[in-house]
């Protein structure tokens, strides 16, 4: 079989995943050093739900202790999902969109893995985030700061750093893959944020250790990392749902996928705002301007005000449509003149994964009646 057949077939296939493949033309380039010609052809018609390995063997008309052990590869590379059930090894395979995820998480930085960074970089600004642009919950969603929030009795607990740390068994820490895909890109300006800070749980987190792609941490370390990157400026990122929650990220403005789409791609959007705003005080306010350069949204800014009692006599003013609701310039300030509080409507997250995706689809089937809708 040609290369190209290959290849092609292995986009038909990963097109029937639930993320699809965006622009395959872009895609291509990124597919042909990410996978060799062997891996995809052997992922071609391979289920994406985990399936054991018996089932996969005869599919394959492969043997099974072989497949294992190419499938067991392959999940180090984070090109397959590999779980248990029941003492019984499964593997799916990862799709397009977790799969540029899984290539970052290790770190690593050899030879392999800067061939693959270029059209990576490429693809990611060059219709990877296209499905994102037409749909109202993202990926992520923010998770305020808490000791930003001026009344956290009412914070919902999927909006709790606190009480989503407590549910979970778990613990693991990731590089951020939008950092390395873009600091290991010679094109690109390196990344001043701190890299190792994308958190994922449980199953997930299980998954990652076992296969090389991430290191277990204790719950202490997990908020000691949620706590440097409130400092760093990073905003809280968590799973865009209420139950089976596996990640919290750490975004920055400068490589993370949802500012990109907004800030570079022009999408309407970012991450899924929190169900928090800030609020100012321009009577306290010290006009230092640490707020507005702090905030990865640019929904503060500098004005006069009358109510202002510093020597500038300005204050820090908020643009309420641009606001996330992160808490990152509230972290910060030294005159306490700025507190989340609670939005004037609610908007509560996806209850479970199934629901997200149920959300994705309505969103992208009614973007195309209006002839947007990203393939």
């Known amino acids: ?70 499938l067991d590869r392959m999940a180090r590379k984070g090109l397959v999902f590999r779980d248990e059930k029941d003492g019984i090894p499964r593997y799916g395979v990862n799709d397009v969109f977790f799969g540029m995820r899984t290539f970052g998480w ?38 305020p700061i808490m000791e930003t929030v001026e009344n956290a009795s009412g914070v919902r607990p999927y909006e709790d750093a606190v009480r989503l740390l407590d549910s979970f068994n778990y613990f693991v820490v990731t590089v951020c893959p939008c950092k390395h895909i873009k600091n290991l890109d010679p094109d690109e300006p390196n990344c001043p944020y701190p890299a190792e800070v994308c958190l994922h749980f449980d199953k ?35 799973s865009n749902q209420q139950e089976g929650i596996d990640t919290i990220c750490n975004c920055d403005p400068c490589c993370c996928m949802w500012f990109t789409a907004l800030f570079k791609l022009k999408h309407s959007s970012s991450l899924t ?29 500098l004005e006069k005000h009358s109510e202002a009692t510093n020597k500038k006599g300005e204050a820090a003013v908020p643009d309420p449509e641009m606001c996330i609701g992160c808490g990152v310039c509230v972290y910060k300030c030294k005159s306490q003149s700025l507190k989340l509080e609670q939005r004037e409507v609610v908007h509560d997250a996806p209850r479970t994964g199934k629901d997200f995706a149920m959300q994705f689809m309505m969103d992208h089937q009614a973007a195309q009646a209006r002839g947007k809708g990203a393939s």
């Not at 230092?288 to 905030?295: A, S």
């Open 106 to 143: 290790p770190g690593r930085t050899d030879e392999a893995s800067r061939t693959v960074a270029p059209p990576a970089n490429r693809y990611w600004e060059h219709g990877f985030l296209d499905p994102w642009e037409p749909v109202r919950e993202k990926g992520l969603r923010v998770l």
């Open 204 to 238: 997930l987190g299980h998954y990652i250790v076992d296969n090389g792609l991430g290191r277990e941490i204790t719950k202490e370390e997990t908020m000691e990392i949620l706590k440097k990157s409130a400092e760093a400026g990073l905003v809280h990122g968590v």
């Open 1 to 70: 079989m040609e290369t190209d057949e290959v290849y092609g077939r292995f986009i038909a296939w990963l097109k029937k995943s639930w993320y699809g493949v965006p622009r395959p033309e872009e895609a291509l380039p990124l597919l042909r050093v990410r996978y060799t010609e062997e891996e995809a052809a052997l992922l071609t018609g391979m289920p994406f739900a985990p399936k054991p390995l018996e089932d996969l063997a005869r599919l394959k008309e492969m043997d099974p202790e072989r497949l294992c052990e190419i």
């Open 273 to 301: 705002p929190s169900n928090y705003r800030v609020r100012t005080r321009p009577e306290m306010c010290l006009g230092c301007g640490l707020c507005v350069k702090r905030c990865p949204m640019k929904a503060l800014h």
